[in-house]
């Protein structure tokens, strides 16, 4: 249950200067608290990047900001992440929308510093700067946001990036915090079209997540209010939008209609004042019914993946368990009730029998062990390729040799010969990993074949995503080694940055691929393990009750009323796991068709009181419940009386409410 509630779906707002992105954010999230409530002032706004989010763990919610001069540690923000005393923390009021923006405001701040600390920063390349000019650069490397959202409680997270030249001055989020998210949605505006710097943006930021199935991508063209012409027609207006999205789409490499016309600033004014004709003017809604639609059910999968991957498996090995205990049970039964009236000589054959069938089992379990050894072996070459040792090693060689090298050349050597020995290793270890799964394939069919015991099927164990995420790496650093900038960086700079930024990543791969080959290898075997204990109990069980039945007639009755009560017991146990599994893998349709009904009664709870009454008798509660219900469909139907046409129902982000409930 902690790793259901851990999952998050990150959706990544991805622009140049100005495109009017937190805007968007604005006019999605948070317009229901009646104002502009994150920055979006002309020009440069978002200077670092924020992650907005509940965090469940906190009493209070916060702003933590990660000082720029951290740029300087050793140290990754995901690494920082982990120690919330390198963050400088402003608590939020949650109950005043003033004090919320006033603290958020924080979040953009700028400063001035000498052109010298900017360039040690890697915030300033200028050349022929002197040491007295004054460079602005933000206050802070990173922002994390965690107030009380109901869709943030819902485990949505919002990563708002600053532009272009921000973006390349912090490759993490580009090497980790775009590609692990879910969604991004990317901001074109209508006044500008799709510049140069957006172009580079696209190629270099977005496009390429297109190969992972797992992204989606949204391309919001906004502003279109500056199409507005007050001297055209309806018709003609729509007719500019339209070719405005033709064209974008073209220089894309896109069809039109996945380009989304909207004017945030127009939507925010619309739902702050209530008017339905401008919301429906500025489209913000046909986005919100795409993010409702399409980007929301990921959430749902992530949290289906979860419940089968660690639910689903468990059910699976029970049940095949169950279903050996219930098939060995019904053999001893069918044996033992062809028992009665027979004579000690059937018995005592029927003890033979069953004894040389325990010896040949032996001996088939010393050929699994054998094949046990095998895969062992493949496993521990696994392990020896993602070995962190080996990788330590090498980065030190790395580190040392990019810090004593006098030339330009021999540091971007030394990145390259790192990145490709690591591509290679990784591309051993899937080798084996191909191997140790066509083993271990083998074993787990030999096994049924010998032992005529329920099929059970292996779980393998795949280097794909690794490989992916090196390959991404890869690509990154490859752009950051032939950069002019790189060359024009004082070689320190680069040594640290090429560190924090990709070494560090590249290092985290493997420590999490090492990570799950180990648990995988400790796993494969398991349940073949356990059916042979389990297997060996069920015939040593079986022997002794034969030898009981032969020193007395009367236990054979018996034995046959406990296996059949077992028997029944395990068929039971059987049907229940089966109608669990079922259950897992019912469409998230049949689910979902509850939603109105669900939706009732949470709001009957949070406004009037629904499940909070405090009466003593059972009678009360009896007379009060139905009676806050008739009070809610009350006010809904004077709603509906009031407003025949259009009731006023607030419309989330995620949920464009049309009706009352």
């Known amino acids: 249950m902690e790793t259901l509630k851990s999952d998050r779906l990150t959706i990544a707002s991805v622009a140049e200067f100005a495109r009017g992105k937190t805007e968007l954010i604005n006019a999605i999230f948070f317009s229901e608290y009646d104002r502009r409530l994150l920055p979006s002032e002309a020009g440069r706004t978002t200077m670092c990047p ?21 740029r300087l540690d050793d140290m990754s923000i995901q690494e920082h992440k982990q120690n919330p005393i390198n963050w400088n923390t402003i608590e939020l009021d949650t109950n005043s929308a003033e004090t919320m923006a006033e603290a958020f405001k924080e979040v953009v701040k700028t400063k001035r510093v000498p052109a010298p600390v900017a360039s040690k920063l890697g915030l300033h390349h200028a050349e022929g700067a002197t040491d007295t000019q004054m460079v602005e650069i933000p206050m802070w490397r990173h922002a994390m946001i965690s107030f009380p959202h109901p869709l943030l409680k819902e485990g949505l997270n919002i990563l708002d990036t600053p532009g272009l030249n921000a973006m390349g001055n912090e490759p993490e989020l580009t090497i980790n915090m775009l590609p692990s998210s879910q969604a991004v949605i990317f901001v074109l505006a209508a006044d500008t079209g799709v510049t140069r710097s957006d172009m580079e943006m696209w190629e270099t930021f977005v496009k390429p997540l297109a190969s992972d199935t797992k992204h989606s991508r949204l391309v919001v063209l906004n502003k279109v209010d500056t199409l507005w012409d007050e001297l055209k027609g309806e018709d003609d207006i729509q007719k500019s939008i339209h070719t405005q999205c033709k064209s974008v789409a073209k220089m894309l490499g896109l069809q039109p209609d996945s380009i989304f016309p909207v004017s945030a600033q127009k939507g925010l004014l619309a739902k702050i004042r209530t008017d339905e004709e401008l919301l429906a003017k500025s489209n913000i809604l046909a986005l919100e019914s795409i993010l409702s639609k399409e980007i929301l059910p990921q959430k749902q999968a992530i949290v289906r993946d979860n419940i089968v991957a660690e639910i689903g498996s468990m059910a699976t090995e029970s049940r095949n368990l169950v279903a050996s205990r219930l098939i060995d049970a019904n053999r001893q039964l069918k044996e033992l009730k062809g028992l009665s ?29 054998a094949n046990k050894k095998r895969f062992a072996e493949k496993h521990e070459r696994l392990l020896g390729q993602l070995s962190l040792t080996d990788l330590d090693q090498l980065m030190a060689r790395t580190r040392e040799k990019m810090t004593g090298t006098w030339t330009t050349a021999g540091l971007k050597s030394s990145m390259k010969e790192f990145f490709d020995i690591i591509t290679n290793t990784i591309k051993e270890a899937s080798d084996t990993t191909d191997q140790a799964n066509t083993l271990l394939q083998t074993i787990y069919r030999e096994f049924h074949k010998e032992h005529g015991l329920t099929e059970t099927k292996p779980k393998f164990f795949s280097m794909s995503r690794y490989k992916r995420d090196l390959e991404r790496l890869h690509h990154e650093a490859e752009a950051y080694r032939k950069s002019p900038v790189t060359t024009m960086t004082e070689q320190t700079f680069v040594v640290k940055k090429f560190f924090i930024s990709m070494v560090s990543h590249a290092r985290n791969t493997f420590f999490q691929a090492h990570q799950e080959a180990e648990a995988w290898g400790k796993s494969a075997m398991a349940p073949l393990v356990s059916r042979i204990k389990e297997h060996k109990h069920q015939m040593e069980k079986r022997l002794e009750s034969l030898r009981r039945i ?7 009755q018996n034995r046959i009323d406990e296996l059949e009560k077992m028997a029944r017991q395990l068929h039971k146990q059987h049907t229940d796991i089966s109608q669990l599994m079922v259950t897992l893998n019912k469409p998230l349709e049949s689910f979902i068709t509850r939603w109105n009904i669900e939706v009732t009664f949470e709001e009957v709870r949070a406004f009037l009181g629904f499940e909070t009454q405090r009466q003593w008798s059972d009678r009360a509660i009896e007379r009060t419940t139905p009676g806050l219900f008739g009070l809610f469909s009350l006010v809904v139907l004077m709603a509906r009386a009031l407003h025949p046409k259009t009731p006023p129902a607030r419309r989330a982000a995620w949920y464009p409410k049309a009706e009352p409930t």
């Open 341 to 369: 009236g027979k004579n000690e000589d059937v018995i005592a054959h029927l003890m033979k029998k069953t004894r040389e069938e325990q010896a040949t089992y032996h001996k088939s379990v010393e050929s699994f062990t």
């Open 550 to 556: 032969n020193e007395s007639r009367d236990t054979l």
């Open 50 to 70: 924020t992650e907005l989010f509940y965090d469940s763990k906190a009493d209070q919610s916060y702003i933590r900001l990660l000082p720029i001069e951290t």
